[in-house]
């Protein structure tokens, strides 16, 4: 069956650091996947969105790269700030399927 | 704020009430989407509407759940003789993949959620 990992559920990091989370599936062919950001409380927001085929995104201070080998999406937020604590999820989708999550990743950046 | 608003936020019930949330979806989206998130986990896929038409629903989704999407606008949720197993957020989210020229016609607009407590 389908299988989405996110590493951990729990990231601390010093303010200043770059955070790393992982996104590891199997048993799938994503066309595209995407990262979101959820407060508590809150729906999830989107983030960033990589294709198949493409090999990394950027936007400001975050980056995604897709290795579809490896089966494993990176999420890279530099120079992070106590701004940046929250729960970040990874979801795949295939072609004309619904979006399918991790459980997410809580990240807490500590000044 | 995202545009897609549910209503209410919070629902209290005892076991074996029925119980309907409704959500309103970004005005131009034509896709909306229900999911369920319990603590800790990612939100789970309940079913979709391609405007009015209900395109899929998870192969999980009990029976006492149903959805609606009349005019192709607003959406409902209904669960009925609701369990303590359904007490969840229930998330509403809509898009719309409109043209290949759409900046990411991918991006599902999430709205706060309803917070369901089943007693």
């Known amino acids: 069956s389908q299988k989405i990992e996110q590493n951990s559920e729990a990231l601390n990091i010093q303010e200043g650091k770059t955070a790393t989370l992982t996104c590891n599936y199997t048993?799938?062919?994503?066309?595209?996947l995407q990262w979101y950001r959820q407060d508590p409380g809150r729906g999830p927001v989107f983030l960033l969105l990589i294709r198949e085929n493409e090999k990394e995104k950027r936007k400001e201070r975050l980056k995604v790269t897709f290795d579809t080998t490896l089966k494993q999406s990176l999420f890279h937020i530099t120079a992070s700030q106590p701004a940046d604590s929250a729960t970040y999820l990874c979801a795949l989708d295939g072609r004309n399927t619904p979006l399918v999550f991790g459980k997410g990743t809580r990240l807490s950046v500590i000044a | 704020d995202t545009g897609v608003s549910q209503d209410p936020r919070h629902k209290i019930t005892k076991r074996g009430q029925n119980v309907t949330f409704r959500c309103d979806p970004i005005s131009e989206h034509n896709r909306l989407y229900w999911y369920r998130q319990t603590l800790g986990q990612g939100p789970e896929f309940l079913t979709y509407f391609q405007n009015e038409a209900q395109l899929e629903k998870s192969r999980l989704l009990s029976d006492r759940f149903s959805a609606e999407r009349p005019k192709g606008s607003f959406s409902t949720l209904e669960i009925q003789r609701t369990e303590q197993g359904d007490s969840a957020m229930y998330l509403c989210?809509?898009?719309?993949?409109?043209?290949?020229?759409?900046?990411?016609?991918?991006?599902?607009?999430f709205g706060p959620g309803t917070r369901l407590t089943v007693t």
């Open positions: 989210a809509s898009s719309f993949p409109g043209t290949s020229g759409s900046s990411n016609p991918y991006e599902q607009y």
């Open positions: 048993n799938y062919s994503p066309a595209y």
